[in-house]
T-cell receptor, first 115, second 114 residues
Framework: EAEVAQSPRYKITEKSQAVAFWCDPI?????LYWYRQILGQGPELLVQ????????DSQLPKDRFSAERLKGVDSTLKIQPAELGDSAMYLC?????????????FGPGTRLTVL | AQSVAQPEDQVNVAEGNPLTVKCTYS??????LFWYVQYPNRGLQFLLK??????LVKGSYGFEAEFNKSQTSFHLKKPSALVSDSALYFC????????????FGKGTRLSVIA
C-alpha cells in the first residue's frame, strides 16, 4: 500500500537554528498538506499545495516558515529561526485532488523539539 | 467557520464491550465528516468518512459512525472493543463550499482494558 513518506522522523535543534522537513506524497496525488500538531491538540493546517501552487497558506507564520513544492511532487517545509514554541509534530498529508470530499492520507510525521 | 468538539478527553472501556467516541460539529451547510486514529509517535490513519447518503457509515477495523444532522453529531462506535483499539481518535469536519480546510477536534484517548 502506498504511503506518504516524511523525514527526518525526529529532529532536535536549538532555538534560532534553521530546520527543514521533507515530504514525499503518495504517487499521483496532486494535493499536499502540511499540518502542525501541538501535544494534546488536533492537527492544524499550515499550508496546502495543489500541484506546485500554494492554495492556502493563511495559517503559515510567514516571518519564519516557508514551504515549497517546486516540481509538484515532493515538498519541503522550513523554519528559520526556530523558536521554543515551534516544538510540535509536523505532519504531511496528500490527497488525489483538492476537493472537500477527498480523503487525506498522512505520513508518520516529524517530531521537532526546540531547546 | 467550522469547528469540532470532542467532549471527552479520555474514554475507558473493557475489552469485548461496545465503545463510543463522541463528536459534535458546527459548519455552514451539509458537512463532510471524517474519523482518524493516531497511535503513539505515528501519523493519522483514516478510519471512515461521511459525505452523503446512509447515515451509518462503516469503516476500517470494524468501526462505524452515525451521522445525526439534528444533533450535529458523528459518534464513532464499535460493537466489541479490542485492546489494540487503544489509541487517540480524531474527528474532523470540512465545509462543502469553497476551499476550506479540514478542521480537527482535540482528540479523545481511548483505553481498552483487558
Amino acid at each position: 500500500e502506498a504511503e506518504v513518506a516524511q523525514s527526518p522522523r525526529y529532529k532536535i535543534t536549538e532555538k534560532s537554528q534553521a530546520v527543514a522537513f521533507w515530504c514525499d506524497p503518495i504517487s499521483g496525488h496532486a494535493t499536499l498538506y502540511w499540518y502542525r500538531q501541538i501535544l494534546g491538540q488536533g492537527p492544524e493546517l499550515l499550508v496546502q499545495f495543489q500541484d506546485e501552487s500554494v492554495v492556502d497558506d493563511s495559517q503559515l507564520p510567514k516571518d519564519r516558515f516557508s514551504a515549497e513544492r517546486l516540481k509538484g511532487v515532493d515538498s519541503t517545509l522550513k523554519i528559520q529561526p526556530a523558536e521554543l514554541g515551534d516544538s510540535a509534530m509536523y505532519l504531511c498529508a496528500s490527497s488525489p485532488g483538492g476537493g472537500s470530499t477527498d480523503t487525506q492520507y498522512f505520513g508518520p510525521g516529524t517530531r521537532l523539539t526546540v531547546l | 467557520a467550522q469547528s469540532v468538539a470532542q467532549p471527552e478527553d479520555q474514554v475507558n472501556v473493557a475489552e469485548g464491550n461496545p465503545l463510543t467516541v463522541k463528536c459534535t460539529y458546527s459548519v455552514s451547510g451539509n458537512p463532510y465528516l471524517f474519523w482518524y486514529v493516531q497511535y503513539p509517535n505515528r501519523g493519522l490513519q483514516f478510519l471512515l468518512k461521511y459525505i452523503t447518503g446512509d447515515n451509518l457509515v462503516k469503516g476500517s477495523y470494524g468501526f462505524e459512525a452515525e451521522f445525526n444532522k439534528s444533533q450535529t453529531s458523528f459518534h464513532l462506535k464499535k460493537p466489541s472493543a479490542l485492546v489494540s483499539d487503544s489509541a487517540l481518535y480524531f474527528c474532523a469536519v470540512r465545509a462543502p463550499s469553497g476551499n476550506t480546510p479540514l478542521v480537527f477536534g482535540k482528540g479523545t484517548r481511548l483505553s481498552v482494558i483487558a
